[in-house]
């Protein structure tokens, strides 16, 4: 019965291949994991910058456009815009009213105000005397509003609405004024009430802000819808989503469709959306910053699957390096399986040796255990050293592309930033030149600076604009004449004559422009923006200029911490740097674009130091891994291979005691391998062996119990020799020690002694097995074949021995000891008296049913006469051969003749042909099959 025992842990060549495979696949797995920990580890880290870069880029320029709405805010509040509509001028003469609305309309355009920031501006006059307009940003022309007024507001309870958000941003929808539609007591008349509603329609679903009516003229600027979307690229991430919610927690603007706008819902369907939240201050509203997607910066599929190929790749080359590598373990067992199958197929008694010259050499000379603790430790060795390399190739090279799309956003919006910082310094300037003061000085300074001359030389009159909104942003502003004096400065004002600037620098152009390379009062270079001014002086226009030079955290506000920055004009010349950090940082990477609308190159260096440490840590914990996995594997395999080797074990333990002679031992196995070849190989030439036994003890029992015929008289004596000398000397003792003699032999290096011996004690197991019965030719070739070694080394390179036998004849049966006596009367008389150039020729082939073995020399050869009396002698009678001269110690060609006369009757066939010095041929035939 099978032990299953032995089917399941059997080191078949499948199973290794499976083992390998499934190592190289857990080796994968543990990669994997490992991999796929770091991906997310690394996309949170840069997930988390990139998150962090973007919303304070859009936080600050957020800040940036408030500040410019609340300084427009302040400044159309002023009285150098407010004062017109408090001004009676419904009462006042035209002259008037035309004069003083051309000076309003001059101011406001002059302060070029930008569509993108605001669509119209609305003042709303307090009464029936008062006037009311509409400033169209896109248009030159007031419009003016007949019967919008703050009392009619107040009447129908209009002027709350404005109140409760004063200097908010608002956008009001249908239902804040669906009161006014329902109401049938309104005071006032159809034309009117077709104004209101005409009014009310255009701020409905408008982003607004007013200033609530605190100084006696409602001033309503409606906002550009996508006003906040100037502080974005035009190109962005669209995963990112910003929003924007006033005091009353309503979403006022949404980088989102419009129509999320209109629902004013502010959710995603986004599970795991990162949402950011942070006050405007000192502002009151909220900035929201979402993800709206679940993944941002890496594709994990994509990642993903290089792993799951590569780990493909990884196990189909375990595959093919355990396919080869245990054919090349298993060969030895194949061979062994075939010689102990030819050892349970032969009829001889006497085990053959098989010799382990051959096992002893390269990968065969390790025992299986080491093989296969070596198979299982290379499938795990090869996959983790190779994909671990790969893996962080393919990781490395992604955060790579991540970190330049991060630099090139940080670009981007940096670039936005610096462009909004620009728009509000234009705004600025152009607010402050059409200032009151400012204006009120340039007409006034030259009679005044005439009259000081003579009477207060070194007193000097100043602009007082210390309250003017957004000045806080200014480091100092000077005024130049048009040939670039300077005649007027908010710092040193009495030393005017320090502040100088290139006439070549003084354009001639209304708009205001940047200057780069400026040489401050300090002797800093910095970027500083000029407007021309024309004013009346005396009845004609005269020009000067002003000039701005920001504060140092005009930009630097804006530049992100972990970054270089630099700003460089068409020249090539530095105009700003920022470097939070020591240059000798390497782990970096480098941006550079125009910032619009000027000639001016952006530069920036953005560091991820902590990325690189984030690297450094995961290849650490990986090598750590590595080493962990190649320790667990060795001691896997030496698991493994114990288990695998438990039948093996089993099996050598049961041919060791066949070899100490007891022939009952078999092993039961049914699996179909490797091992159970052998196994089954065993158990057969160990029947085998054991029928033998029996079957001769049977026939020596027979053939002592009967006579035998007189024609067999040779034959038995021949026989009795042969055990007479089996008596004398111990066949196993004898080949023991043949055997011995060739072991030291071997082990001292004596390889010629070692291959006499070993052919010696072959021929000698040959001589002694199976007595003198049949057996397959290829046997009795190997016999001659021992032989012709032994002479070899005997006679050098005297002869050569030559054999021509075809492949399908080698396994018929022949009758043993018939050809080493043709070939030794060769070699005693047909070479004789030659020193070189012998040839001994074996020649087997078949006709017509017959086998025909020619054994020839190219010898000394023998003349006729020789020739007829050998033949003759060959066909003399065993009863005249027994006293002959041939038999004395020795079997001569009659003897071998007469043998397989005894077996082939008349069938066979013997003959010697020679000529003098050509040689001799000797040539037996006889049947191919006997009966």
């Known amino acids: 019965m099978a032990n299953p025992y032995f089917n399941k842990l059997s080191p078949t060549r499948r199973r290794i291949i499976i083992v390998s495979v499934l190592l190289t696949v857990l080796a994968q797995i543990v990669l994997l994991t490992i991999g796929l920990s770091y991906v997310n580890n690394i996309n949170h880290s840069v997930q988390d910058k990139r998150e962090t870069n973007v919303s304070n880029q859009f936080y600050k320029n957020t800040l940036t456009q408030l500040g410019e709405l609340s300084n427009l805010m302040q400044l159309l509040q002023s009285p150098d815009f407010s004062d017109f509509f408090k001004s009676s001028m419904n009462v006042r003469d035209v002259l008037t009213v035309t004069q003083q609305k051309n000076d309003l309309l001059s101011k406001l355009n002059d302060l070029h105000l930008s569509t993108k920031m605001v669509q119209r501006i609305y003042f709303i006059g307090s009464d029936m005397n008062q006037l009311s307009f509409r400033k169209d940003t896109d248009l030159a022309t007031l419009t003016k509003l007949p019967n919008l007024r703050m009392d009619m507001f107040q009447e129908n309870n209009m002027d709350q609405v404005f109140l409760k958000d004063n200097n908010r941003l608002t956008r009001y929808s249908q239902k804040d004024f669906d009161y006014l539609k329902m109401s049938n007591q309104l005071n006032i008349n159809v034309e009117s009430k077709a104004e209101l509603y005409s009014f009310i329609n255009d701020l409905t679903n408008k982003l607004v802000i007013s200033n609530g009516n605190v100084n006696g003229v409602l001033v309503i600027m409606e906002l550009n819808k996508d006003l906040f979307r100037s502080?974005?690229?035009?190109?962005?991430?669209?995963?990112?989503?910003?929003?924007?919610?006033?005091?009353?927690?309503?979403?006022?603007?949404?980088?989102?469709?419009?129509?999320?706008?209109v629902d004013n819902n502010t959710q995603t369907n986004c599970q795991k959306c990162v949402k950011l939240e942070k006050e405007l201050n000192p502002y009151p509203y909220r900035v929201i910053f979402k993800q709206t997607s679940d993944f941002v910066l890496f594709s994990k599929k994509s990642i993903f699957s290089a792993f799951i190929a590569l780990s493909c790749?990884?196990?189909?080359?375990?595959?093919?390096?355990?396919?080869?590598?245990?054919?090349?373990?298993?060969?030895?067992?194949l061979v062994l399986t075939k010689k102990m199958q030819d050892q349970a197929r032969s009829d001889e008694l006497i085990l053959k040796y098989i010799s382990d010259e051959w096992i002893k050499k390269g990968i065969n000379a390790l025992s299986l255990r080491t093989k296969l603790i070596l198979i299982f430790s290379i499938a795990v060795i090869i996959p983790t050293l190779s994909d671990g390399f790969l893996y962080s190739r393919v990781l490395n090279q992604a955060v790579q592309n991540q970190m330049k799309e991060t630099v090139h956003e940080v670009g981007e919006f940096m670039n936005v930033s610096i462009q909004n910082r620009m728009d509000f310094m234009n705004q600025l300037i152009n607010q402050l030149s059409v200032s009151r003061q400012l204006q009120g000085y340039l007409t006034t300074q030259q009679d005044l600076d005439a009259l000081r001359q003579v009477a207060f030389r070194n007193i000097k009159s100043t602009i007082n604009l210390s309250m003017f909104p957004g000045l806080n942003e200014v480091n100092y502003f000077v005024l130049f004449d048009s040939n670039g004096h300077s005649f007027y400065s908010s710092i040193f004002s009495n030393n005017p004559e320090m502040f100088n600037i290139e006439k070549d620098d003084l354009a001639d152009t209304d708009a205001p422009y940047w200057i780069s390379g400026y040489t401050d009062v300090f002797n800093h270079t910095t970027p500083a923006i000029i407007k021309r001014i024309n004013y009346w002086h005396k009845g004609s226009i005269t020009q000067s200029y002003l000039l701005l030079v920001p504060r140092d955290s005009f930009l630097t506000e804006v530049s992100p911490m972990e970054s270089t920055v630099g700003i460089k004009d068409s020249q090539g010349k530095q105009i700003y740097a920022f470097q939070p950090y020591s240059t000798e940082q390497l782990n970096s990477l480098l941006w550079s674009g125009r910032i619009p609308d000027t000639q001016w190159q952006l530069s920036i260096e953005y560091s991820y130091e902590d990325i690189v440490l984030k690297n450094s840590q995961y290849y650490y914990r990986l090598l750590l891994i590595i080493v962990l996995i190649l320790i667990l594997s060795i001691i896997i395999s030496f698991i493994i291979a114990s288990f695998l080797l438990k039948p093996v074990e089993m099996l050598k333990r049961t041919m060791r005691i066949v070899g100490e002679g007891d022939f009952s031992r078999v092993m039961s196995y049914s699996g179909n391998n490797e091992i159970g070849e052998i196994i089954r190989s065993h158990n057969?030439?160990?029947?085998?062996l054991n029928g033998v036994i029996h079957e001769n003890m049977k026939m020596m029992e027979e053939h002592a119990n009967n006579k035998l015929r007189e024609n067999e008289l040779l034959s038995l004596k021949t026989q009795a020799e042969l055990k007479m000398l089996q008596a004398q000397i111990n066949p196993h003792f004898l080949?023991?020690?043949?055997?011995?003699?060739?072991?030291?032999?071997?082990?001292?290096?004596?390889?010629?002694?070692?291959?006499?011996?070993?052919?010696?004690?072959?021929?000698?197991r040959y001589s002694v097995s199976n007595g003198g019965g049949k057996v397959p030719l290829e046997m009795e070739l190997s016999h001659v074949q021992n032989y012709m070694s032994i002479q070899q080394i005997r006679f050098g390179d005297q002869f050569k021995y030559e054999l021509e036998v075809p492949e399908h004849l080698n396994h018929l049966a022949v009758v043993k000891f018939i050809l080493q006596p043709i070939v030794e009367n060769c070699l005693k008389h047909g070479l004789s008296g030659i020193e070189e150039g012998g040839i001994i020729r074996i020649k087997v082939l078949e006709k017509d049913e017959l086998m025909f073995i020619e054994v020839s020399d190219n010898g000394i050869g023998m003349d006729m006469d020789t020739v007829i009396r050998v033949n003759a002698e060959i066909q003399r009678s065993m009863d005249n051969q027994i006293d002959g001269y041939e038999n004395q110690g020795g079997i001569g060609l009659s003897n071998v003749y007469h043998r397989l006369q005894l077996v082939y009757k008349e069938q066979v066939a013997m003959k010697v042909g020679s000529s003098p010095m050509k040689g001799t041929t000797v040539t037996i035939s006889f049947p191919l099959y006997q009966e």
């Open 313 to 333: 790749l990884t196990a189909l080359v375990t595959f093919l390096i355990s396919y080869f590598y245990t054919k090349k373990i298993f060969y030895p067992y």
């Open 735 to 764: 080949y023991n020690t043949l055997e011995a003699i060739n072991m030291r032999s071997m082990k001292n290096g004596n390889s010629e002694i070692s291959l006499i011996v070993s052919s010696l004690a072959e021929m000698f």
């Open 684 to 688: 057969d030439m160990v029947l085998r």
């Open 231 to 261: 502080g974005l690229p035009d190109v962005y991430s669209d995963v990112y989503q910003f929003s924007i919610l006033n005091h009353k927690d309503e979403l006022v603007w949404s980088s989102a469709d419009q129509q999320e706008l």
